[in-house]
């Protein structure tokens, strides 16, 4: 059974397109996070759910936005797409805040 | 904010030997975190450090905490090739993980 589940695995998409990747995680966790991952594999944390509130949100253009249906869901919304969104998307859920993350397989976007 | 240096950044090593990779972190992190991930895969818990002069060790990998350096290292035994993979340390900061660039390690025969 995977824990952290994203889809799709892969996003191919022209500039100015909205579009979405899902998250689900089965392990009963209380917070969720998107992470992004640039052509270095800089990991830098995008936002992070707890509960169903927003606790941490970087300094990432408002274009993105994430939205939490419910506890086992994180999904990212991304409007209006430029080629510098194009990088690979992880979702990641913690027991708590900080405590050990579950990454799921990660989504490769990539902007045309 | 929390800001977590590994070095080195990449690592090209023989199967049979022994490196280490440093992970400094400029603000005080009550945890520290190592994780593996291959190429085109996710990323896989590998530690998580929790105190002061914590050690913890799996199969090849020995990863050690100290606080008050603010540096935690990730030792390898005598490398094998299926350690090739990228090493990301990551430390805490107001609840939230910090990452390292991480270290590219190939190990070759």
């Given amino acids: ?112 | 904010e929390l800001k977590v240096e590994q070095n080195p950044l990449f690592l090209s090593m023989q199967e049979g030997k022994n490196y280490t990779i440093y992970c400094n972190y400029s603000t005080t992190s009550d945890r520290l975190y190592w994780y593996r991930q291959d190429p085109g895969k996710s990323l896989e818990s590998l530690f998580v450090l929790l105190s002061n002069g914590a050690v913890k060790q799996e199969g090849r990998l020995m990863a050690s905490l100290d606080t008050k350096a603010r540096l935690s290292t990730l030792h390898i035994t005598a490398a094998v090739h299926d350690l090739s993979a990228t090493y990301f340390c990551a430390g805490e900061d107001n609840n939230d993980m910090r990452f390292g660039a991480g270290t590219r390690l190939t190990v070759k025969p």
């Avoid at chain 1, 979405?20 to 992004?36: A, F, P, R, V």
């Avoid at chain 1, 409007?79 to 998307?89: I, K, Q, R, T």
């Fill in chain 1, 1 to 112: 059974d995977t824990a952290v589940s994203q889809t799709p695995k892969y996003l191919v998409t022209q500039m100015g397109n909205d579009k979405s990747i899902k998250c689900e995680q089965n392990l009963g966790h209380d917070t969720m996070y998107w992470y992004k991952q640039d052509s270095k594999k800089f990991l830098k944390i995008m936002f992070s759910y707890n509960n169903k509130e927003l606790i941490i949100n970087e300094t990432v253009p408002n274009r993105f936005s994430p939205k939490s249906p419910d506890k086992a869901h994180l999904n990212l919304h991304i409007n209006s797409l430029e080629l510098g969104d194009s990088a690979v998307y992880f979702c990641a859920s913690s027991q708590y805040s900080a405590s050990e993350a579950f990454f799921g397989q990660g989504t490769r976007l990539t902007v045309v």
